[in-house]
């Protein structure tokens, strides 16, 4: 079945570092992909999607791109700030399904 | 506009007790998700009701429970709560963009089961 794996955390990063949180996935067909990062007390919030190959999402610095021959959506950010403390969770979603799989998410501290 | 709302906020139950948590999606999405998310795990998905059908099921027992109103809101039914149970509880609307399903979350129920 589908599913997602994220690289194990936590991360600790001193601010202005640059940032990957590598994820790979297991889908039949060309599932869409997503990064959604979860402040602590919150709800899960979109950070970036990609809905087809070599798709490259972008948002608030972040960026992944979608890479079919290795089916990897790793998330990069070139310099991190301490506001970028969270957890960030990789998720797809099957072409013709409408049921998330989420990776178990990864923990990022940024320290100034 | 405002976002997906949840209600309660936060819960605590004893085991064996049943409990209902609501929902309210983004004006104009017909829509709703329910996940489980266990500390330190991903969400994992109970629920999908769209136009007040259930259009898809996860690996949860008959325990839990869910529906959709006319208004779109929805609510998840837990009976006979156990341990394992407690959980954040999140409901997601979602809107259709681009023939791909766009999920937007809510803050969550945090139920603590004792």
């Known amino acids: 079945g589908d599913s997602v794996t994220q690289m194990e955390g936590p991360v600790t990063l001193s601010e202005e570092a640059f940032l990957t949180i590598n994820c790979t996935y297991t889908a039949t067909g060309y599932p869409s992909l997503f990064w959604y990062v979860q402040y602590p007390g919150e709800g899960l919030q979109l950070l970036l999607k990609?809905?087809?190959?070599?798709d490259k999402g972008s948002n608030k610095g972040f960026e992944a791109t979608y890479r079919k021959e290795t089916t990897s959506f790793h998330l990069e950010k070139g310099s991190v700030q301490v506001s970028d403390s969270a957890v960030y969770f990789c998720a797809l979603i099957h072409s013709t399904g409408n049921q998330f799989y989420f990776g178990t998410g990864t923990s990022l501290t940024v320290i100034p | 506009d405002a976002g997906v709302t949840q209600s309660p906020t936060h819960l605590i139950k004893t085991r064996g007790q049943q409990v209902t948590l609501r929902c309210s999606p983004i004006?104009?999405?017909?829509?709703v998700s329910w996940y489980q998310q266990v500390l330190g795990q991903g969400p994992q998905f109970i629920f999908q009701?769209?136009?007040?059908?259930?259009?898809g099921r996860g690996n949860f027992p008959d325990r839990f429970s869910a529906r959709q109103f006319p208004n779109y809101s929805s609510e998840l039914n837990v009976n006979a709560l156990l341990l394992g149970d407690s959980a954040l509880y999140l409901c997601?609307?979602?809107?259709?963009?681009?023939?791909?399903?766009?999920?937007?979350f809510g803050p969550g129920t945090r139920l603590t089961v004792t």
């Open positions: 990609a809905t087809k190959a070599d």
């Open positions: 009701y769209y136009e007040k059908e259930e259009r």
């Open positions: 004006s104009g999405h017909k829509s």
């Open positions: 997601a609307s979602s809107l259709v963009v681009g023939g791909i399903y766009e999920q937007y």
